[in-house]
């Protein structure tokens, strides 16, 4: 059984604001050297964030694709403690594959997207 380190991220549309609108969640698994980790984000989420942090969100989520075919482990270390700024990290964890399906499909619903 293959185990997960994920972390879910989330939308913030105002510096004083929690984080409340699930946004992605990025999964690697716990054994090191393997390079099946994943990010899922959700469909339309362009329309339920601020104009003014689309092309911010998108071009962290891509460069965040990227840096996952180079480093998943760094790139996990980079959003596991979001705390500032429009993405910021929600909850993280560890789980099994099932729970990691069911996680992302019950946060991220009706259809994730898998970017990564």
């Known amino acids: 059984m293959v185990l997960y380190r994920y972390a879910i991220l989330a939308y913030s549309p105002h510096p004083e604001e929690d984080a409340a609108f699930p946004l992605a969640v990025m999964c690697v698994p716990l054994q090191s050297g393997s390079d099946c980790g994943a990010m899922f984000v959700v469909d339309g989420w362009a329309h339920a964030v601020n104009a003014s942090h689309r092309n911010y969100i998108e071009e962290t989520l891509r460069e965040w694709k990227d840096c ?47 970017i990564a």
């Open 68 to 114: 996952m075919q180079v480093s998943l482990e760094s790139t996990f270390l980079r959003v596991k403690d979001l705390s500032i700024g429009p993405i910021r990290t929600l909850k993280t964890g560890e789980c099994d594959e099932e729970e990691l399906r069911s996680l992302h499909n019950v946060l991220l619903s009706p259809s994730p997207l898998r």
